[in-house]
Each structure stands twice: as C-alpha cells, then as structure tokens.
C-alpha cells in the first residue's frame, strides 16, 4: 500500500507557474509508474501527464503539451509537475496517481487526495 500527499496547490495568474508535489509513503515509487489526473468543476477526471516505471516514457495530454513537465525523484519518493504558461481552463482539482502496471492507466491503483489549483484570467 502506498499513501499519496499532493502539495503546491494555489491561485495563481494566467501566464503563471506552480509546481505540484506528490510525496508518497508506506512503498517506494520506483515500484509504480505515476502519474497526474485533474478534474475541474462540472468536468471528468482527466490524465494530465504520467511517467513510467522506469522513468523512460512520459507522456502528456495534448492540451499540457510543452507547458507542464511531469519528474520523478525516487530518491525522495516524491513526484512532481511544473507547470509554466497556465490558462484559466487549467483550474481544476489536481491528483496524483501511482499504477503497478509499466505505465499509468486510466484507473491506477493509488490515489491522493488532490491539491486544487486556480489560475485567474
């Protein structure tokens, strides 16, 4: 079993920056791909951005494209996404995900409790 704690959540200004955080307890990362999912009001949870369990594959959504960057550093168990250039449609609840499998599916096995994040125009 794994626990998942986001962190870095806030309002911040269109054309802004925040990183989340993902400290994860009870197992080591390195053991699951891991990934961020957001929800926004009114929406479906969304994949946003998920690397591998290696580290070798990432992949985004192409709305994040070129914008975020997800990064793993299993030596502080602790995942991350910058985020750069953020749009008022980015405003959502953001989680973090950790999946057994190679790469992040659409239903991991683990999640956080999700940190929210608005960005005003």
């Known amino acids: 079993q794994v626990q998942l704690v986001e962190s870095g959540g806030g309002l911040v200004q269109a054309g802004g920056s925040l990183r989340l955080s993902c400290a994860a307890s009870?197992?080591?990362?390195?053991?699951?791909?891991m990934g961020w999912f957001r929800q926004a009001p009114g929406k479906e949870r969304e994949f946003v951005a998920g690397?591998?369990?290696?580290?070798?594959?990432?992949y985004y959504v192409d709305s994040v494209r070129g914008r975020f960057t997800i990064s793993r550093d299993n030596a502080k168990n602790t995942v991350y996404l910058q985020m750069n250039s953020l749009k008022p449609e980015d405003t959502a609840v953001y989680y973090c995900?950790?999946?057994?499998?190679?790469?992040?599916?659409?239903?991991?096995?683990?999640w956080g409790q999700g940190t929210q994040v608005t960005v005003s125009s």
């Open positions: 995900a950790g999946d057994q499998a190679r790469m992040i599916s659409t239903r991991p096995d683990y």
């Open positions: 009870g197992r080591t990362i390195s053991s699951y791909a």
């Open positions: 690397v591998s369990r290696s580290g070798g594959s990432i």
